[in-house]
């Protein structure tokens, strides 16, 4: 089992659309997961919490920042995206499960979406 809180849908969706083999996609996630889950509490304290369910808090952070976490893990610019997409997708499944697809829409606009599981 995958600890990671990106639904099994979501991430065929973003592998279908990612330039990365879709087999290292669940490998890539596990892998920020893992970074992720100990930044929670500085997640908490710098950025807005789009909401929160039992498996994981969603954030609302600024445009770069996924370049800031591929940097810091190694991971190249396709890797990068591919995780990047998949966030997006969950944070947008999510907010059409809680009626709030419009708003989500809106935030991503203008920033990006990060997962933290827990």
Same mark, same amino acid.
């Given at each position: 089992m995958r600890g990671d809180p990106i639904e099994g849908q %979501?991430? %065929?969706?973003a592998s279908a659309t990612a330039s990365v083999a879709p087999e290292r996609l669940? /490998?890539?996630? /596990?892998r920020v997961? !893992?970074?992720? #889950?100990d930044r929670l509490p500085e997640y908490r $304290? $710098? @950025?807005?919490l789009a909401?929160?369910?039992?498996? !994981? !808090? @969603?954030?609302? %952070?600024? $445009? #770069?920042?996924?370049?800031t976490i591929g940097d810091r893990l190694g991971l190249g610019d396709r890797e990068t995206s591919a995780v990047r997409r998949a966030h997006r997708e969950q944070l947008l499944k999510t907010g059409r499960r809680?009626? $709030?697809r419009e708003e989500f829409d809106a !935030?991503? /606009?203008v920033r990006e979406g990060i997962i933290v599981g827990r």
């Open positions: %979501v991430l %065929v969706l669940p /490998d890539l996630i /596990d997961q !893992a970074d992720l #889950g $304290r $710098r @950025y807005e909401c929160e369910t039992d498996e !994981a !808090a @969603y954030f609302f %952070v600024e $445009r #770069g920042h996924w370049e809680e009626n $709030r !935030a991503l /606009d």
